[in-house]
């Protein structure tokens, strides 16, 4: 499966941005799906994952404010970021694999184009 990210930019404290991913490949639906972000220096972070059947996981910084969602018809998951900090500022990457959600990058063998989301205070 191939992905590609969209939707990043620039956003003051307290708004909002949706990041979507797109993906072209066979059987979209059956896959785990996450949004990773990276700030330099630091690790890949989990943020948001998708199972085929739709139980989420969130990182416990996003929890009630980041939504994450899949359309298998239009094979897009999206990330809905509100009440975004200057610390969400960060490279994120969509990601997707086989089986459940893992909070681990190396867990993950498709991987979309990081796209920058900069928080400014």
């Known amino acids: 499966v191939q992905l590609q990210a969209s939707g990043g930019g620039l956003v003051q404290a307290g708004g909002s941005l949706r990041l979507s991913c797109a993906a072209s490949g066979r059987a979209f639906s059956t896959y785990a799906l996450g949004w990773f972000r990276q700030v330099p220096g630091k690790e890949r972070e989990l943020v948001a994952g998708?199972?085929?059947?739709?139980?989420?996981y969130y990182a416990e910084s996003v929890k009630g404010r980041f939504t994450i969602s899949r359309d298998n018809v239009k094979n897009t998951v999206y990330l809905q970021m509100n009440s975004l900090k200057p610390e969400d500022t960060a490279v994120y990457s969509c990601a997707a694999r086989t089986g459940y959600i893992r909070t681990t990058s190396g867990d993950y063998g498709y991987w979309g184009q990081g796209t920058l989301v900069t928080v400014s205070s």
């Open positions: 998708i199972n085929s059947g739709r139980s989420t």
